[in-house]
């Protein structure tokens, strides 16, 4: 399994101030359900745009507003945007920007001027990581920006869930990329505390971050536990799976 994100466009994609498209982006966006030439997105916590661009360059989608709660994010994303309206692979009037927002601050008017809202959550769950590493990646403005996700890892999507159960109805769809190794158990009973459903509708296996592995490592005594976070040792190699969840 190749550790990079195959996608030659990618580098117009990636600031020198963050990592290279993880994982998840990759995921999340190949999975997106999206209807060629309808589907308007709302991206939140769009980081440089590249789940958007994806979305409107490789898979159709009529319309994306990119939001974020990092202005320099923000400021990544439009140069991006930018660079493809010039290029003439995407039109001006397919996207739209708004000032840095945190989840909670979407009013539900935007939210519903959407068909899919889709986020991409910060979730790196801190108590895992040993604590020369925790300080090492912290350390670093991508990692402490877009990587942590509290303690066990679910702190934001909490809040994203929590935000959009209080939408009104006719909610858009909202689809988020969920790492397999924060346990469904756990992840599940987040959506339910909300009164909402979770639908896993894709599974991507993918390799284990190298500092989760003595976690991992810990847990082999556990079947149960293995299980329910999808992990799974090949030639001495952990692998989890990122889960593409539609929630209802």
């Given at each position: 399994m190749s550790d990079s994100w195959e996608w030659p466009e990618v580098q117009?994609?990636?600031?020198?101030?963050?990592?290279?498209?993880s994982f998840f982006a990759k995921a999340t966006a190949e999975t997106l359900p999206i209807q060629p030439g309808k589907t308007r997105i709302l991206d939140v916590g769009c980081g440089r745009g590249v789940i958007g661009l994806w979305a409107l360059l490789r898979k159709g989608a009529a319309f994306v507003t990119f939001t974020?709660?990092?202005?320099?994010?923000?400021?990544?994303?439009?140069?991006?945007?930018?660079?493809?309206?010039?290029?003439?692979?995407?039109?001006?009037?397919?996207?739209?920007?708004?000032?840095?927002l945190s989840v909670s601050n979407i009013s539900w008017r935007q939210a519903a001027e959407h068909d899919l809202v889709v986020f991409n959550a910060p979730?790196?769950?801190?108590?895992?990581?040993?604590?020369?590493?925790?300080?090492?990646?912290?350390?670093?403005?991508?990692?402490?920006?877009?990587?942590?996700?509290?303690?066990?890892?679910?702190?934001?999507?909490?809040?994203?869930?929590?935000?959009?159960?209080?939408?009104?109805l006719p909610k858009p769809l909202a689809v988020?990329?969920?790492?397999?190794?924060?346990?469904?158990?756990?992840?599940?009973?987040?959506?339910?505390?909300?009164g909402?459903?979770?639908?896993?509708?894709?599974?991507?296996?993918?390799?284990?971050?190298?500092?989760?592995?003595?976690?991992?490592?810990?847990?082999?005594?556990?079947?149960?536990?293995l299980i329910d976070r999808a992990l799974t040792k090949v030639k001495n190699r952990w692998f989890k799976e990122i889960l593409t969840v539609k929630a209802s």
């Open positions: 117009s994609l990636v600031g020198s101030i963050y990592d290279p498209p974020d709660l990092e202005m320099s994010a923000l400021a990544e994303t439009r140069a991006n945007v930018a660079r493809q309206i010039y290029l003439g692979t995407i039109l001006e009037s397919q996207v739209a920007f708004t000032p840095p979730q790196l769950p801190i108590r895992d990581i040993a604590t020369e590493d925790l300080e090492r990646m912290m350390a670093t403005p991508s990692a402490r920006s877009f990587r942590n996700g509290g303690a066990d890892g679910l702190d934001i999507i909490r809040l994203f869930v929590g935000w959009y159960a209080s939408l009104p988020l990329g969920i790492s397999s190794f924060l346990g469904w158990s756990t992840i599940s009973e987040v959506f339910r505390t909300a909402l459903d979770a639908e896993v509708i894709h599974r991507t296996p993918v390799p284990l971050r190298t500092q989760l592995c003595e976690k991992a490592d810990s847990l082999i005594a556990s079947p149960s536990e």
